[in-house]
């Protein structure tokens, strides 16, 4: 009879040295997941991005997943590489059998994507209430980032860049 009461005891010190040592935590330290959204605004199109080094679709969906911290802290900063197909309506020789492009007429389009890379700023999120990390891609490979819960299309939403913009014949530096 005395086994089994110290299998009960030690079952509940363990439970509660869990307890204590959960109790002792912060929401600084503490990490979650989410999903890295990319928002086009150019007029190129964005193969892939890199948010990181958590790779992501460029076609304006959701990719999962990026960890971040729970609660924002100053300083905090994501590196950002893309590539960009600056002639996405190009018309790309077919394969005369078969399916897909010619190998050759392909090599050369893709010759010409551009990749880039930069680091920003994550805007500070109230407490621990933030969403998916969105990646907005401006004019003269400017880059801005958000966490806000509030859809694109609404006026509450911080970037509102507009779509499909044309670059301008000079960027500035």
């Excluded at 005395?2 to 079952?11: A, G, H, S, Y």
């Amino acid at each position: 009879m005395e086994i089994p009461l110290r299998k009960t005891m030690k079952r509940w010190l363990l439970g509660l040295l869990g307890l204590a040592l959960v109790g002792c935590s912060t929401a600084d330290n503490e990490m979650a997941g989410g999903n890295i959204q990319a928002v086009n605004h150019t007029l190129s199109n964005i193969n892939w991005l890199s948010v990181n080094g958590y790779r992501a679709n460029g076609g304006g969906g959701r990719s999962c997943c990026i960890i971040m911290p729970t609660k924002w802290r100053p300083g905090l900063k994501v590196n950002i590489e893309w590539e960009v197909d600056p002639e996405p309506f190009a018309k790309i020789k077919r394969k005369t059998t078969g399916f897909g492009f010619d190998e050759d007429a392909w090599a050369a389009h893709e010759a010409k994507f551009q990749r880039y890379k930069t680091t920003v700023d994550i805007p500070e999120w109230p407490g621990t209430k933030s969403c998916d990390l969105k990646v907005h891609f401006l004019t003269c490979n400017q880059v801005k980032v958000t966490t806000s819960c509030w859809a694109p299309s609404s006026p509450n939403y911080p970037i509102q860049e507009a779509r499909e913009m044309k670059e301008p014949a000079v960027c500035p530096k």
